[in-house]
T-cell receptor, first 113, second 113 residues
Framework: KQEVTQIPAALSVPEGENLVLNCSFT??????LQWFRQDPGKGLTSLLL?????REQTSGRLNASLDKSSGRSTLYIAASQPGDSATYLC????????????FGKGTKLSVKP | DTAVSQTPKYLVTQMGNDKSIKCEQNLGHDTMYWYKQDSKKFLKIMFS???????INETVPNRFSPKSPDKAHLNLHINSLELGDSAVYFC????????????FGNGTRLTVT
């Protein structure tokens, strides 16, 4: 059974710092891995999707890496800004459907000005 | 031009009532989903549906039923509401087979009193 774990549960950093969020999964047979952002009272916004054959994906100040063999992914945020404050979730699909996602419990990030 | 829209945003009702949440997507996706986020912010899939197949998470009570009048809509009907049904319900959509990310609605906060 696939389980997704995110560490840390919460993180507070001063503006401008580079930071890393961690995600681990127990079953390495995954199609892909997605990182989402959730703002309070809002839905989830997809940030990056890494295919199982890829090692990393980049979008602006965000870089996500994937190591299937060790069951790990990291989300690197460069030069953090207060607007980055949100909960970040990683998720992997299961059951043959790429939309049936198992989510981690998220990392709540607070970037202080 | 919201991609995935849900109504209502808030729903307060009494135990025992029957209620529906509507979801529409204008992305042309072929698969839609319902997710539940509990009080601890943990997201779990409830249903996935395309024009061929309904996949139900086995932990979902049969008081919950998805109804799809057409490809762009997947409504959630809940009968005999219970206190434990209080949560935020998210609709999402994706295009199967295309390795595209999931697109989420902004959620419906259901409170059962």
């Amino acid at each position: 059974k696939q389980e997704v774990t995110q560490i840390p549960a919460a993180l507070s950093v001063p503006e401008g710092e580079n930071l890393v969020l961690n995600c681990s999964f127990t079953d390495s047979a995954i199609y892909n891995l997605q990182w989402f952002r959730q703002d309070p009272g809002k839905g989830l916004t997809s940030l990056l999707l890494i295919q199982s054959s890829q090692r990393e994906q980049t979008s602006g100040r965000l870089n996500a890496s994937l190591d299937k063999s060790s069951g790990r992914s990291t989300l690197y945020i460069a030069a953090s800004q207060p607007g980055d404050s949100a909960t970040y979730l990683c998720a992997v699909p299961y059951g043959g459907s790429q939309g049936n996602l198992i989510f981690g419990k998220g990392t709540k990030l607070s970037v202080k000005p | 031009d919201t991609a995935v829209s849900q109504t209502p945003k808030y729903l307060v009702t009494q135990m025992g009532n029957d209620k529906s949440i509507k979801c529409e997507q204008n992305l042309g996706h072929d698969t839609m989903y319902w997710y539940k986020q509990d009080s601890k912010k943990f997201l779990k899939i409830m249903f996935s549906y395309n024009n061929k197949e309904l996949i139900i998470n086995e932990t979902v009570p049969n008081r919950f039923s998805p109804k799809s009048p057409d490809k762009a809509h997947l409504n959630l009907h809940i009968n005999s509401l219970e206190l434990g049904d209080s949560a935020v319900y998210f609709c999402a959509s994706s295009q199967e087979g295309g390795q595209s990310p999931l697109h989420f609605g902004n959620g419906t906060r259901l409170t059962v009193t």
